[in-house]
């Protein structure tokens, strides 16, 4: 009987001993790259106007605490959401499916869904669903943003009135010194010339005005999106700043990294609250850089 006590013991105790020496699957860092706790993060981002999280589209671990984000802020305040994987132009369609007027698969034939949006994004939705929250369709239309690559936002202009209340007013503001355009240019070895950033602004642009557009005083708005439209307080916050500069926002970015016991100097500032995560975490799909 007491050897048979002895070996469950050690059983345990060998097996507490090898998940505790095994990595954590993240560790969230606040912006000067101390370590911070989950708890700590909720507080300060309940008090926010908008929240952004920042993941990488193919991040097992940045979809699930986006769910986990989005159900202890619906514990503390009244939320919309906000979702880059759905253009403006499928707004009607979401509308649909988010009050049951239509099934999933109705809605499926009817939207180019991302191709991990069952895994990934519908559990925000149908939380969303359950708990009558408004789904808000943000990005631009993927086929201008590829006419603006191809031609610039000259070509905006051949819109009709009716192409055009998917977008922001235009002219759009366009800043081209801005470091996450200038990077993006560089990082393509100058693939796409000018023409290349202008296509990210038209989304940035697009997001910021359908957050604003269905952002309710009093009320915080939580959107997803692709890190880097919301690094360094980039992308679609520096056209929500042009607009309404008075609104408090919060940050989230997802960050990979072989050692995540301490955060790399390139990840410092991206965002308010920086989740590192290892870089031999498995994909949910093959990211599409284009998104």
């Keep these: 009987m007491f050897r048979h006590i002895l070996i469950i013991m050690l059983t345990i105790w060998t097996v507490n001993l090898y998940s505790?020496?095994?990595n954590p699957s993240y560790i969230i860092y606040n912006n000067k790259g101390k370590k911070t706790s989950y708890r700590k993060m909720i507080k300060k981002l309940t008090g926010a106007d908008i929240v952004f999280f920042g993941e990488y589209h193919d991040n097992p671990i940045a979809h699930w605490l986006e769910l986990e984000v989005f159900t202890d802020l619906n514990d503390k305040r009244k939320l919309s959401l906000g979702l880059e994987m759905f253009e403006s132009d499928q707004q009607e369609a979401v509308d649909k499916y988010t009050?049951?007027?239509v099934s999933f698969q109705e809605f499926n034939a009817v939207t180019d869904l991302w191709s991990n949006y069952d895994t990934d994004y519908d559990p925000l939705v149908k939380f969303a669903m359950d708990h009558q929250i408004p789904v808000v369709a943000?990005?631009?239309p993927r086929r201008y943003a590829n006419q603006v690559y191809k031609g610039g936002f000259s070509v905006l202009n051949s819109l009709s009135e009716k192409e055009l209340t998917f977008l922001p007013p235009l002219p759009i503001a366009y800043d081209p010194e801005l470091p996450s355009y200038v990077k993006m240019k560089s990082m393509m070895g100058g693939h796409g010339g000018d023409n290349l950033p202008k296509a990210q602004a038209i989304k940035d642009a697009t997001m910021?005005?359908?957050?604003l557009q269905n952002h309710?005083?009093?009320e915080l708005f939580y959107?997803?999106?692709?890190?880097?439209?919301?690094?360094?307080?980039e992308g679609i916050l520096?056209?929500?700043?042009?607009?309404a500069p008075n609104l408090k926002m919060k940050t989230i970015s997802s960050v990979s990294q072989q050692d995540i016991s301490k955060l790399d100097k390139d990840h410092l500032g991206k965002a308010d609250y920086i989740i590192c995560i290892p870089d031999n975490?498995?994909?949910?799909?093959?990211?599409?850089?284009?998104?």
Excluded: P, V, W
């Design 138 to 140: 943000t990005n631009s």
């Design 99 to 101: 009050s049951g007027e």
């Design 20 to 22: 505790q020496s095994k």
């Design 208 to 211: 910021a005005y359908f957050i």
């Design 238 to 243: 520096y056209y929500i700043q042009l607009s």
């Design 223 to 233: 959107h997803i999106n692709g890190s880097y439209h919301s690094d360094f307080r």
């Design 216 to 218: 309710r005083q009093g």
């Design 281 to 291: 975490m498995t994909k949910t799909y093959r990211s599409n850089m284009m998104k």
